[in-house]
């Protein structure tokens, strides 16, 4: 199965960006559509982005489309999450996925998850 870890989480102030980093360890890489979540400390893990494996196609939460985008160098095996105008509430811990098959949005869509890294936003 295919193994992620997540990077570049940390503490930025409100206003500020930050670009997390997902690498993948799975030598077909480009066959997989990823996927951003986050989980808010005392609160249910939500949808973040998508991405479809030929890169062409992403959808967003209402919450972040605008300030977040989300992309992929299949060269790298690597995703990434650019964020920017970060808010408070955006403090979180940041998770990356991967599917098989379309484009999901669920958790349920998604078999494959890394460890997580903490996003922080100072207010």
């Known amino acids: 199965q295919v193994q992620l870890i997540e990077s570049g989480g940390g503490l930025v102030q409100a206003g500020g960006s930050l670009t997390l980093s997902c690498a993948a360890s799975e030598r077909t890489f480009n066959i997989y559509s990823m996927a951003w979540f986050r989980q808010p400390p005392g609160k249910e893990r939500e949808f973040v982005a998508a991405l479809y494996r030929s890169g062409s196609s992403t959808y967003y939460a209402d919450s972040v489309k605008g300030r977040f985008t989300i992309s992929r160098d299949n060269a790298k095996n690597t995703v990434y999450l650019q964020m920017n105008t970060l808010r408070p509430e955006d403090t979180a811990v940041y998770y990356c996925?991967?599917?098989?098959?379309?484009?999901?949005?669920?958790?349920?869509?998604?078999?494959?998850w890394g460890q997580g890294t903490q996003v922080t936003v100072a207010s």
């Open positions: 996925a991967a599917a098989r098959l379309g484009l999901p949005t669920t958790q349920s869509g998604y078999p494959y």
